[in-house]
C-alpha cells in the first residue's frame, strides 16, 4: 500500500523527555506513558512521511542548533513542564516564524499561555495516537500561514494608511504654500514623481523633509 502523501517540511523535534533504556523493566507508569508518546509521534511522522532531520534536547544549545538547522515545522515533545523551552522559542520565532506544534502531558493554564506567546500553533495534551499526528500538523500547518497571511495583509493595510498620510500632508503644504487645489495640489505630486522618476509617497516624504529643515 503506498504511502499517503505528505508534504516535503523539514521537521525538527525537541524532545524533553528523559532518556530511559526501552529493556528497562522497572519504569514508573508516568515514565512508560512518555516514552510511548514519544514512540506514537515518531511513528506517526514517518508513517506519514514527513522529513525528521534532527531530533533534539532542550538544552542551552537550542537555538543554535535551530539556527543552524533551519526547519519548516519545529515539534516539542514535552514530559511536563516545557516552559524554558517555549521561552528559547519565542528568540528563535522573532526573526524565523514556523510552524510548532506541542505534544505534552501538561496541561497546566501558565504552559498555555507561554505556548501561545511563543507562536504555538497546535498544543495537544494527552492522548496522542499514530493515527492523530498527521491530522494534527496540517491542522497546525494550515493555521500558521492564515495567520500568517493575516499578519502580512495587516502590514499592508498599516503601510498603506501611512503612506497616504504622508501624501495628504506634503499635498497640504503644496496647497498651503503654493495656493493650489487639493486636485492641482496632487497633480502637481504627480507630475513631479513621474519626472524624478519617485513613488508619489517617496516623493511627499522628500518635501516634507525639506519643509523642516527650512522650518
Do not use: C, W
Not at 126 to 147: H, I, T
Not at 163 to 189: F, P
Amino acid at each position: 500500500m503506498s504511502q499517503p502523501h505528505a508534504p516535503n517540511l523539514k521537521i525538527v523535534v525537541i524532545n524533553t523527555v528523559t532518556p530511559v533504556s526501552e529493556d528497562t523493566h522497572d519504569q514508573d507508569p508516568a515514565m512508560q506513558l512518555q516514552m510511548a508518546r514519544s514512540r506514537a509521534l515518531r511513528i506517526g511522522l514517518l508513517q506519514a512521511g514527513y522529513n525528521i532531520i534532527a531530533s533534539i534536547p532542550g538544552d542551552m544549545y537550542l537555538i543554535d542548533r535551530l539556527t543552524q538547522l533551519q526547519p519548516d515545522v519545529i515539534i516539542i515533545d514535552a514530559e511536563s513542564d516545557a516552559r524554558d523551552v517555549l521561552e528559547e522559542l519565542v528568540i528563535v520565532s522573532r526573526d524565523a516564524p514556523r510552524p510548532i506544534v506541542l505534544f505534552t502531558e501538561d496541561g497546566n493554564p501558565s504552559q498555555l499561555e507561554a505556548a501561545m506567546a511563543a507562536g504555538v500553533s497546535a498544543y495537544v495534551v494527552a492522548g496522542l495516537q499514530v493515527d492523530r499526528v498527521k491530522p494534527v500538523l496540517e491542522v497546525a500547518v494550515a493555521r500558521f500561514r492564515a495567520e500568517q497571511k493575516l499578519r502580512s495583509e495587516l502590514s499592508d493595510t498599516k503601510t498603506k494608511l501611512a503612506e497616504r498620510k504622508t501624501i495628504e500632508r506634503a499635498k497640504g503644504l503644496l496647497m498651503e504654500r503654493h495656493r493650489l487645489s487639493e486636485n492641482d495640489a496632487y497633480q502637481k505630486l504627480r507630475k513631479q514623481a513621474m519626472e524624478k522618476n519617485l513613488k508619489l509617497v517617496d516623493l511627499a516624504q522628500r518635501i516634507l523633509d525639506v519643509a523642516d529643515l527650512l522650518g
